[in-house]
């Protein structure tokens, strides 16, 4: 049976209306939610991006399902924070919090000065910072010279069994290697034949825990309402990895689309106006390999697609399972 979630797109909602997005969406019948953590929006015109951390203590606090996070240690952050943010959520919401850990994007994190590594060194600096989370969270002092530095680390506050620390994906290269880590994978919706290779490598891996798929969609009442949305709000969907790693200004996201390409969008966000056609489209996704999907609506106003969901998507994607 697959898991229905909500994602809170800190790029394009205040925080404090996003709380209230999270709230309608557990009453709309969502399983769960997550939520993206930035220091910069993808374009200027979604024109937000709140602190993820302190967003999901009152997001936790106000409903009752999981929520879990996207988040990126070694450079912005350090990851002894990371940890005790982590086990801090945990102990306050036990069961309830995950966290999906990956490499990191320069539009986050070259505001620290520090040069922005290659991937192969992201990769490793990643796994360095696991190292040290989970040994944090097993209540050891831990101390570390590598790609990061650490000085006699201890948390003092600690829950009582820790968060699954989940490893994001978009290739089936990474999907492989964190399988030798990770507690489930999270990617991101991209054509059905690379998701099968990316869900192939992490299973074929003895990669354990949910595989996780993050679904970008714009529903309104016309195609084209739904596609205005889509190509105001998330063009940026059209710049690809790597480049989209390697870009430090939202800016630059719209300097490298240029000119939108409408098929290309289309393949990038699924842009419906049935919200039952929408459905089937997201069942089919989640029927590659997919244990949750979390489904986020690209435009800054949500009340019409949460009302969408309640009403056709989600008892749609009921009957689909």
């Given amino acids: 049976m697959v898991f229905?979630?909500?994602h809170a797109s800190h790029e394009q909602i205040p925080p404090s209306a996003l709380l209230?997005?999270?709230q309608r969406a557990e009453a709309a019948g969502f399983d769960g939610a997550m939520c993206s953590d930035?220091?910069?929006p993808w374009n200027p015109r979604q024109?937000?991006?709140?602190?993820?951390?302190?967003?999901l203590g009152a997001a936790l606090a106000r409903t009752e399902f999981s929520i879990g996070m996207v988040n990126a240690p070694g450079q912005r952050y350090h990851p002894v924070i990371v940890a005790q943010a982590l086990a801090t959520l945990e102990e306050m919401f036990p069961g309830r919090f995950w966290a999906a850990l990956g490499s990191g994007e320069a539009m986050n994190e070259h505001v620290t000065g520090e040069p922005w590594p290659p991937k192969s060194v992201r990769n490793?600096?990643?796994a360095e910072c696991v190292d040290v989370i989970r040994r944090l969270f097993d209540g050891e002092e831990v101390s570390r010279d590598g790609l990061v530095k650490v000085h006699r680390a201890r948390l003092w506050t600690r829950p009582a069994a820790p968060p699954p620390l989940l490893a994001t994906a978009v290739s089936a290269e990474t999907a492989g290697w964190a399988a030798l880590w990770a507690d489930g994978l999270a990617t991101v919706a991209q054509a059905?034949?690379?998701?099968?290779r990316v869900v192939d490598a992490y299973r074929s891996?003895?990669?354990?825990?949910?595989?996780v798929l993050q679904v970008h969609v714009s529903l309104a009442d016309t195609d084209a309402a739904a596609y205005a949305i889509a190509k105001d709000q998330w063009r940026n969907g059209l710049v690809t990895p790597p480049l989209a790693w390697d870009l430090e200004q939202p800016e630059d996201f719209d300097a490298a689309v240029g000119e939108v390409d409408e098929a290309k969008l289309r393949d990038a966000v699924l842009i419906e106006s049935d919200p039952v056609a929408l459905a089937e489209r997201i069942a089919d996704l989640a029927a590659i390999g997919f244990d949750r999907v979390y489904v986020h609506h690209v435009g800054r106003e949500q009340d019409g697609f949460l009302d969408a969901a309640a009403r056709g998507i989600l008892p749609r994607l009921t009957e689909a399972r």
């Fill in 4 to 6: 229905v979630g909500f």
């Fill in 20 to 22: 209230d997005d999270v």
């Fill in 38 to 40: 930035h220091l910069a």
């Fill in 47 to 55: 024109g937000e991006s709140g602190f993820a951390f302190s967003w």
């Fill in 124 to 126: 490793a600096r990643l």
């Fill in 192 to 196: 059905p034949e690379a998701l099968e």
């Fill in 205 to 211: 891996q003895d990669g354990t825990g949910p595989c």
